[in-house]
T-cell receptor, first 115, second 117 residues
Framework: AQSVSQHNHHVILSEAASLELGCNYS??????LFWYVQYPGQHLQLLLK??????LVKGIKGFEAEFIKSKFSFNLRKPSVQWSDTAEYFC?????????????FGSGTRLQVQP | DTGVSQNPRHKITKRGQNVTFRCDPI?????LYWYRQTLGQGPEFLTY????????KSRLLSDRFSAERPKGSFSTLEIQRTEQGDSAMYLC???????????????FGEGSWLTVV
């Protein structure tokens, strides 16, 4: 079965540190890729998405992600985190060739930024 | 707020009772999705509607679960004879196909928490 792996379950950083959250998926076909963020007490919000073209995509709040097809990865990065980035981050994949509309989510990474 | 609206936000029910959740998608979004999320996990897909047609159902959607979208606008998710394992956050989401190339950017509501005691 297709899956999405987020290996970092809990990350603790100090403000201004750089962030990289890993996301790997297991599917050999065409994919759309997403990162969603869930701030404490709030709903899931789209951070950024990749459909095609430039594999380096930029999202809101200074986040970016790079799609590396050969590695089946879509890692999320931010050069300098802020306390307000404390949240849970979910990677999601849409399998384009299957005709299905479902997104498959990873189990999430909880980011804690210490002031 | 014109986002996806869900109610009730919280529901505590006794095992064996039926519960129903309602979702109002973003206006003009003709695609509607239900997901379930348990603690420490990402959302898991349950079902998908395009307009009033239910086009996709997950194996997670057992016979006790039924979802409807009778007029292609709001949707309901009913769970019959609830079990403790049904305790979770039930998320509704919607999308509009012309908004992006794949029509697959979905927008989530705040969710409905279900606790079965």
């Amino acid at each position: 079965a297709q899956s999405v792996s987020q290996h970092n379950h809990h990350v603790i950083l100090s403000e201004a540190a750089s962030l990289e959250l890993g996301c790997n998926y297991s599917y050999g076909g065409t994919v759309n890729l997403f990162w969603y963020v869930q701030y404490p007490g709030q709903h899931l919000q789209l951070l950024l998405k990749y459909f095609s073209g430039d594999p380096l995509v930029k999202g809101i709040k200074g986040f970016e992600a790079e799609f590396i097809k050969s590695k089946f990865s879509f890692n999320l990065r931010k050069p300098s985190v802020q306390w307000s980035d404390t949240a849970e981050y979910f990677c999601a994949v849409h399998l384009m060739d299957t005709g299905r509309r479902a997104l498959t989510f990873g189990s999430g990474t909880r980011l804690q930024v210490q002031p | 707020d014109t986002g996806v609206s869900q109610n009730p936000r919280h529901k505590i029910t006794k095992r064996g009772q039926n519960v129903t959740f309602r979702c109002d998608p973003i206006s003009e979004h003709n695609r509607l999705y239900w997901y379930r999320q348990t603690l420490g996990q990402g959302p898991e897909f349950l079902t998908y509607f395009q307009n009033e047609a239910q086009l996709e159902k997950s194996r997670l959607l057992s016979d006790r679960f039924s979802a409807e979208r009778p007029k292609g606008s709001f949707s309901t998710l009913e769970i019959q004879r609830t079990e403790q394992g049904d305790s979770a956050m039930y998320l509704c989401a919607s999308s509009f196909p012309n908004a992006d190339p794949s029509g697959n950017t979905i927008y989530f509501g705040e969710g409905s928490w279900l606790t079965v005691v």
